[in-house]
């Protein structure tokens, strides 16, 4: 079963290839991984993914601060660097989505065995 949890320093490298690779596709993953390399705006937060064992599938980066509003201290936090490679994504979903696009083309009896167990008799 899939695991959140914060991204241990091993798996530094892991993290920051899916990241560039999300928000970067036509770069490719990063074949040579410098830890010299991540801009600081990068290194602020903490890093948390979603683990399948050893895989990582997901990554986030959850960002912990403090702002004054009118007057007040106030606790916030912040989410960035979601990401996940479309590996992970069952193989299924290709085939709902197809069966979603032949429905837009035509009626409900084009949607086929992908959704026959949902769609009333």
């Given at each position: 079963?899939?695991?959140?949890?914060?991204?241990?320093?091993?798996?530094?490298?892991?993290?920051?290839?899916?990241?560039?690779?999300?928000?970067?596709?036509?770069?490719?993953?990063?074949?040579?991984?410098?830890?010299?390399?991540?801009?600081?705006?990068?290194?602020?937060?903490?890093?948390?993914?979603?683990?399948?064992?050893?895989?990582?599938?997901?990554?986030?980066?959850?960002?912990?601060?403090?702002?004054?509003?009118?007057?007040?201290?106030?606790?916030?936090?912040?989410?960035?660097?979601?990401?996940?490679?479309?590996?992970?994504?069952?193989?299924?979903?290709?085939?709902?989505?197809g069966s979603v696009?032949?429905?837009?083309?035509?009626?409900?009896?084009?949607?086929?065995?992908?959704?026959?167990?949902?769609?009333?008799?």
């Amino acid at each position: 079963m899939p695991e959140f949890h914060a991204v241990p320093d091993d798996d530094r490298e892991a993290f920051h290839s899916l990241v560039s690779y999300a928000f970067r596709p036509e770069a490719g993953p990063v074949k040579d991984f410098d830890p010299k390399d991540v801009p600081t705006p990068a290194t602020v937060g903490t890093r948390y993914g979603l683990y399948d064992g050893d895989d990582l599938l997901t990554t986030s980066k959850h960002i912990d601060f403090r702002t004054r509003i009118r007057g007040d201290f106030h606790d916030l936090h912040g989410l960035s660097a979601v990401a996940s490679l479309p590996e992970p994504v069952p193989d299924f979903v290709g085939d709902i989505l197809g069966s979603v696009r032949s429905f837009l083309d035509g009626g409900v009896e084009k949607l086929g065995a992908v959704v026959d167990h949902v769609t009333p008799e």
